[in-house]
């Protein structure tokens, strides 16, 4: 467990009714759960599962745990997103729940339109941040399907496998993925890339999804510093030009004065000489 109250486990004989309720059976199972207390308040747990990890190191992640040292690090965990980094990949990892709603201070997605899952994880050598983007849901009828609610209550309790719009074709769906801070594609040229705008501060990323399909890409930090640096230097070579040519006048109005000095001694001499 890595936040939340201890799990309390135990093994025992364990009798269950048979799924088509007409029986019982009955064998040894392990019983392990989470004790909240009597009408819990805002309460909540985290934990990490070690997939074939063994005695020894699930006593080593305990350890870790244990330690602060864990294997991730939850950066936001509450009712508008679950916002988690893998310490090993650094994979960062959003689910969000709510709507356009402000993701935690520091988090590199600012909010998303819908619901979404988003990974992000730096390659490159830091240099590009790759990300993935998933509506989970197929989208298989707009709106909500009104025979499963009484007014603004659900009341509905039947599988999505018996709906009349089980087989409907997944709708294709915008999602927005605004981003704190200035990005661009890494490679624009590609044309299977989802549209990268900027506004304000952010970069808004709109990606279509299909069939619960992820959306991958890369994006690198700078998001048009590049664009806005040739317009200087475009407006210093056009500030150059013009003092070099103001320059240029100066030197001719100078050569002409010189000129007009040589004409006027020649003049001088001309009526000496008379």
Known sequence: MVAGPKMKHGTGMQATPDQDGRGEGSGVFALGYLDH???????????????????????ELAQQVQDHHGPIVIDQRNRVAHVVTDSASRVTAHTIFEPDTELVKGSIVRLASRQALVLSRTVAKGRATAFSVTDPDLHLYRGRDEEQYDGDTY??????????????????????????????????????????NRVGGDTVVTITSHHGASVEFTLVRGGGEHDDDEGDRDEGDRDEDDRDEDDRDEDDRDEDDRDEGDENRDDERGDDEE
Not at 37 to 59: F, I, N
Not at 168 to 196: F, K, Y
């Open 155 to 196: 009341v509905g309790d039947e599988s999505p496998y018996t709906r009349w719009w089980q087989h409907n074709e997944s709708i294709p769906m915008e999602t927005e993925v605004v981003l704190r801070g200035r990005w661009r594609l890494e490679d624009a040229d590609d044309g299977d890339q989802p549209a990268v």
């Open 37 to 59: 207390g009597t009408a819990p308040h805002d309460s909540g747990y985290a934990y990490v599962l070690l997939v074939h990890g063994g005695e020894q190191r699930t006593a």
